[in-house]
């Protein structure tokens, strides 16, 4: 998901009180593992219902604090959350989620590292995190548009990282220049495509998208004047009926976000988070460096209206899956049209990320995005704790 370029007025507190641009993660206790639970009752009760009658998510953890915002399931069962540097400073920005929703530094402690004796190193910590996803091969990759607080990019900093999660091991990095990451740009979402060995990114702080060679490593900023990519202007989004609306009475303009890649790598889908659109363009389009901006725009296809939605994944059915934040449900969208309801349930406060998982069950996390100080005249709101749920993938 997750966004614009908004540093959260407890963001700025951080920054001044503790370095928030170049703070650290390390546990205050030394330990390897920590637990993210205990989440507040009165908080809870505060924030509405318990689980839906009937509900098929299973809570797989929970965290009470920092923010979390993505997940993804490698083929071996092994969790992973992301937390990125927004609100907070969490201890372990990326994490292997263990049993009683403890925490494991991922890849490592040195990684999880932000702070002044490592600033020289950008390309080797993590300065905020958006997206962990797993590929189908078994490697999990990490998405770091290294803007701390949505505000601007650490130079050097963004990045695009491979490692393997049987040896917790680094194997590529993938650093962006300032011609693909701009200093205002946040890199969302990223899709591995296998069969042809690219990437493919969205970029929400400006709207846009970015493909990778993965042979070259080489990148490109592609559809950055096209309005599939752009937050649709003077809508206002809601969650939960909650208008997004700023502390300067401005709604929120979330440009491209969702990102799914179809199961034979020939489309790539997405959505501009603000808007009820969703697109789709030929990757072969994408990948062909010859095609002028003109061109390229030529081939963005209008897929239909949907929901406003942040996460979006395809199954083998080529069923289009979005997170509705404004109906705190798992919708999907069939390849005739037909939005059907997965799952709605009430602790599905701002579902953000899907992660399909080998064994046949779909993870879902939740960010509660709306509930934080920026969209509420900065206050931040009683909220549930952020979980990870699972359910069996529906035939």
């Known amino acids: 998901m997750r966004f614009t370029r908004l540093l ?27 637990s993210g639970t205990a989440a507040v009752a009165d908080s809870t009760k505060a924030a509405g219902a318990g689980p839906a009658a009937n509900s098929p998510l299973q ?44 925490l494991k530094p ?44 949505l505000k601007f990019t650490v130079p050097g900093g963004p990045k695009l990282v491979k490692t393997d999660p049987k040896t917790n091991e680094v194997l590529l990095t ?57 937050a649709v202007k003077g809508l206002v989004i809601k969650a939960e009926g909650h208008p997004m609306i700023d502390a300067q009475g401005k709604p929120a303009q979330f440009n491209a976000d969702g990102i799914a890649l179809s199961t034979d790598n020939a489309y790539l889908y997405y959505c501009p988070l603000t808007g009820h659109t969703l697109y789709r363009i030929k990757t072969a389009a ?3 460096a010859a095609l002028s901006p003109e061109q390229l725009a030529q081939q963005v296809e209008t897929v239909g209206e949907i929901p406003a939605s942040d996460g979006l994944e395809i199954d083998q059915a080529n069923n289009v899956y979005l997170t509705s934040f404004e109906q ?14 997965v799952a709605k349930d009430a602790r599905l406060q701002w579902p953000d990320t899907y992660s399909f998982a080998a ?3 779909l993870y879902v996390a939740n960010s509660a995005i709306h509930k934080t100080p920026n969209w509420n005249k900065g206050v931040g709101q009683p909220r549930q704790p952020f979980r990870i749920f699972k359910m069996a993938l529906p035939k």
Not at 69 to 87: E, H
Not at 111 to 138: M, R, Y
Request: with cysteine; aromatic share 8%; net charge neutral.
């Open 8 to 34: 959260f007025p407890r963001a700025i507190a951080l920054a001044a009180a503790a370095g928030l641009l170049l703070s650290s993660c390390s546990s205050p206790s030394g330990s390897s593992d920590v």
């Open 174 to 230: 993938i650093p962006f220049p300032e011609s693909v990451a701009p200093r205002k740009s946040y890199l969302n979402d990223v899709r591995i495509d296998l069969q042809n060995n690219y990437a493919y990114l969205t970029e929400s702080g400006l709207g846009a998208l970015v493909v990778v060679d993965l042979k070259t490593l080489k990148s490109r900023r592609l559809l950055d004047k096209h309005p599939s990519t752009k």
């Open 59 to 102: 809570v797989v953890a929970e965290f009470t604090d920092p923010q979390m915002v993505g997940v993804a399931v490698a083929p071996g069962g092994k969790v992973f959350a992301c937390f990125p540097r927004w609100d907070y400073n969490p201890v372990y920005p990326i994490a292997e989620v263990g049993p009683n929703s403890t």
């Open 359 to 361: 064994d046949g069950n």
């Open 286 to 288: 994408l990948r062909d």
């Open 106 to 149: 991922y890849p490592n402690a040195s990684w999880c590292v932000w702070n002044d004796s490592v600033k020289s190193e950008p390309l080797k910590h993590w300065i905020c995190p958006q997206t962990v996803f797993a590929d189908k091969s078994g490697m999990v990759w990490v998405l770091d548009p290294a803007s701390p607080g």
């Open 328 to 341: 705190s449900a798992l919708l999907r969208r069939t390849p005739e049209g037909k939005i059907e309801t």
